[in-house]
């Protein structure tokens, strides 16, 4: 009996331990939510599209902040993503590198379910897990996660992915303030039920 009770013991003070550690970890490497990559993160438009030859969004907003990356580079955020940058690091604004795509209305992707033969290479693909489906079955595409970045469309063998234009843009993260004071916010009162 005395041995389980040790036992017991032993793990509760392992996992206050293990939890201590963690805690501590958390607070002492918090994201600084004031730093410059999140505020050029958050002007991102956060398709995660790779087309500024980045990875992702916070990855391209790593570059800016280190000087590696122009501020140019973001088709999606178009000249207006451009601008923002552009005031918030006190640089003079410069037109979109249009060598890195076009910026075009949001869209998003359609899957033709006829058309799929369940390979998982769109799945595997998008980067914001907006395709799901399992092996040798049909896929579809959750419209409301799906950013639009065209990632999925290369790898389909069978060219079953279709880009539609997107009912209403793409915000994320859902912010109350996107838009500024007294002008009308219509994705908010759709989202919450508030305007």
Not at 68 to 87: H, M, S, T
Not at 124 to 130: G, N, S
Request: hydrophobic share 40%; with cysteine; net charge negative.
């Amino acid at each position: 009996m005395s041995g389980i009770l040790a036992a017991g013991v032993v793990l509760l003070g392992l996992l206050l331990g293990i939890g201590a550690v963690l805690l501590l970890g958390a607070r002492r490497w918090q994201p600084d939510d004031d730093s410059v990559v999140e505020r050029i993160n958050e002007i991102l438009p956060q398709t995660q599209c790779a087309q500024c030859d980045y990875p992702g969004c916070r990855p391209y907003a790593e570059a800016i902040a280190r000087g590696e990356a122009d501020i140019n580079q973001c088709p999606p955020g178009g000249e207006a993503g451009v601008r923002a940058l552009a005031e918030l690091l006190g640089r003079e604004p410069k037109p979109l590198d249009e060598s890195r795509g076009e910026t075009r209305p949001p869209t998003v992707a359609v899957i033709d379910e006829d058309r799929c033969i369940g390979c998982k290479l769109c799945i595997q693909a998008c980067p914001v897990d907006a395709i799901i489906g399992a092996p040798k079955l049909m896929h579809t595409v959750i419209a409301d996660e799906c950013t639009g970045c065209e990632l999925c469309l290369p790898p389909c063998p069978v060219d079953c992915i279709d880009l539609v234009p997107r009912a209403r843009p793409f915000v994320w993260p859902l912010r109350l303030d996107a838009a500024p004071p007294g002008e009308p916010k219509p994705w908010i009162e759709e989202a919450t039920g508030r305007g």
